[in-house]
C-alpha cells in the first residue's frame, strides 16, 4: 500500500465540496494513514458504534483524539473518562 495511490480518491473527495471538511483513511488499529482537511470544526464530539466496535472523536486543539472501545462498552462511562482525558490532553497542548 502507497500512499501515493491512496491520496487521490480522498483529495478528490475532500475537493469535490466545500461541505467536506475531512477525508481520513484509518487503519483496523486506529492509526491514521492518510487525512486530508481540516479537523472537527467545532464539534464538541462525534460518536459511532457499530457491531465491531465503537469510536468516540474529539477535537483537542488542532488535533483529534480518537477512543476506540469494544462494542459492549458502557457508553456513558466511556464518554466520562474520555471527557477527563480531553481535558487533561487541552492542557498540555
Excluded: Y
Excluded at 480518491?9 to 486530508?36: E, F, M, R, T
Amino acid at each position: 500500500m502507497k500512499l501515493t495511490t491512496l491520496t487521490p480518491p480522498l483529495q478528490a473527495l475532500h475537493d469535490s465540496s466545500d461541505d467536506i471538511l475531512l477525508v481520513s483513511l484509518i487503519s483496523h488499529d486506529g492509526l491514521p494513514v492518510v487525512h486530508i482537511g481540516e479537523g472537527l470544526g467545532h464539534s464538541e464530539e462525534i460518536f459511532i458504534r457499530c457491531r465491531e466496535g465503537c469510536i468516540c472523536i474529539w477535537p483537542v486543539g488542532d488535533m483529534v483524539f480518537p477512543c476506540l472501545a469494544r462494542p459492549s462498552v458502557n457508553s456513558q462511562h466511556m464518554q466520562m473518562l474520555a471527557w477527563k482525558t480531553v481535558s487533561a490532553l487541552g492542557g498540555l497542548v
